[in-house]
């Protein structure tokens, strides 16, 4: 399985999708939400983003859909291109899929010794390896505590710095090693996925690149058009939460003249949506995720 989609029939009926409308599933993995979708259009097209190489071999065959390998945040670009505006959906599920965490060569998961890759393109970037072996101690520390919020952001980024001079850190492993000291007891496996989640949102420029598919996104749905993300983290959640109530990425809410709210967007949930028991049985990795629907206005 290259990937179980996550809140399958929730982000479904959150789409609200009409048959001859454009959509968007702007983070197509191994198409299991995009093969949902398909069903629910008739005359209608659905446009698919992946930057990583790996998942074009999931494509599907069919007239209505059409496969873009690219980031999300080149959306407005290839929407342009295929004559694909305006929008009546676009669905975005953030975040690593089970066949990039279960490759070990890719690096994602603190599961295996592999090298530190963390690319979701492989062709282009800079590695984990690159960032752990070259960024200053001041560039570490901010990485960790404001990524990965580490509470021992500091010691980490020490601990780095002074191992890397006798020895440059290209495995999982030997970071595992280096940081062993500053591993709370009991707490190791969340201490490592903070740890890796950092990294990942650094090499992958994750927050800029959701920042500016967001923008995007509120420019190329039509009125009425529905937004359907899931996240993972807080991070990637506040930013959601904030852009959907304000407009705005700090949250902060704009009036008019006459002390009305100026949004973008209506909420549809105004809390999100969590899997439920019985999914998070079947599917662990989806113990996390957090969906919010929104219909522009």
Same mark, same amino acid.
């Given at each position: 399985?290259?990937?179980?989609?996550?809140?399958?029939?929730? #982000?479904?009926?959150?789409?609200?999708?009409?048959?001859?409308?454009?959509?968007?599933?702007?983070?197509?993995?191994?198409?299991?939400?995009?093969?949902?979708?398909?069903?629910? &259009?008739?005359?209608?097209?659905?446009?698919?983003?992946?930057?990583?190489?790996?998942? *074009?071999?999931?494509?599907?065959?069919?007239?209505?859909?059409?496969?873009?390998?690219? !980031?999300?945040?080149?959306?407005?670009?290839?929407?342009?291109?295929?004559?694909?505006?305006?929008?009546?959906?676009?669905?975005?599920?953030?975040?690593?899929?089970?066949?990039?965490?279960?490759?070990?060569?890719?690096?994602?998961?603190?599961?295996?010794?592999?090298?530190?890759?963390?690319?979701?393109?492989?062709?282009?970037?800079?590695?984990?390896?690159?960032?752990?072996?070259?960024?200053?101690?001041?560039?570490?520390?901010?990485?960790?505590?404001?990524?990965?919020?580490?509470?021992?952001?500091?010691?980490?980024?020490?601990?780095?710095?002074? *191992?890397?001079?006798?020895?440059?850190?290209?495995?999982?492993?030997?970071?595992?090693?280096?940081?062993?000291? #500053?591993?709370?007891?009991?707490?190791?496996?969340?201490?490592?996925?903070?740890?890796?989640?950092?990294?990942?949102?650094?090499?992958?420029?994750?927050?800029?690149?959701?920042?500016?598919?967001?923008?995007?996104?509120?420019?190329?749905?039509?009125?009425?058009?529905?937004?359907?993300?899931?996240?993972?983290?807080? &991070?990637?959640?506040?930013?959601?939460? !904030?852009?959907?109530?304000?407009?705005?990425?700090?949250? !902060?809410?704009?009036?008019?003249?006459?002390?009305?709210?100026?949004?973008?967007? !209506?909420?549809?949930?105004?809390?999100?949506?969590?899997?439920?028991?019985?999914?998070?049985?079947?599917?662990?990795?989806?113990?996390?995720?957090?969906?919010?629907?929104?219909?522009?206005?």
């Amino acid at each position: 399985m290259y990937h179980n989609p996550v809140l399958l029939h929730e #982000c479904i009926n959150g789409l609200n999708m009409q048959p001859d409308g454009y959509y968007a599933d702007v983070t197509f993995g191994g198409g299991g939400h995009s093969r949902e979708m398909l069903k629910k &259009l008739d005359h209608g097209k659905l446009v698919a983003f992946d930057q990583d190489a790996d998942a *074009a071999q999931n494509k599907i065959e069919n007239s209505s859909f059409i496969f873009i390998q690219a !980031n999300f945040r080149e959306l407005k670009k290839y929407l342009q291109l295929y004559q694909l505006l305006p929008l009546s959906g676009l669905l975005a599920d953030l975040g690593v899929s089970s066949y990039q965490f279960d490759t070990a060569e890719r690096g994602f998961s603190t599961r295996f010794d592999g090298k530190l890759d963390m690319r979701m393109d492989t062709k282009n970037g800079t590695t984990a390896a690159d960032i752990l072996n070259t960024y200053s101690e001041v560039e570490l520390l901010h990485m960790f505590r404001t990524y990965g919020e580490l509470q021992n952001a500091k010691r980490i980024a020490r601990l780095i710095v002074t *191992a890397r001079t006798t020895e440059t850190i290209v495995t999982s492993d030997r970071l595992k090693e280096i940081l062993q000291p #500053c591993m709370p007891k009991g707490k190791e496996l969340k201490f490592l996925a903070q740890l890796y989640q950092a990294l990942r949102i650094e090499v992958n420029d994750e927050l800029g690149a959701l920042k500016e598919m967001l923008v995007q996104a509120a420019g190329v749905l039509k009125p009425g058009g529905r937004l359907v993300v899931i996240s993972y983290h807080s &991070l990637e959640d506040r930013m959601v939460k !904030n852009f959907i109530r304000t407009g705005n990425f700090e949250g !902060n809410l704009e009036k008019d003249f006459y002390g009305n709210p100026i949004t973008i967007f !209506n909420q549809i949930n105004k809390k999100p949506i969590v899997p439920t028991i019985d999914e998070i049985e079947r599917n662990s990795r989806s113990r996390s995720a957090k969906l919010r629907i929104a219909e522009k206005i």
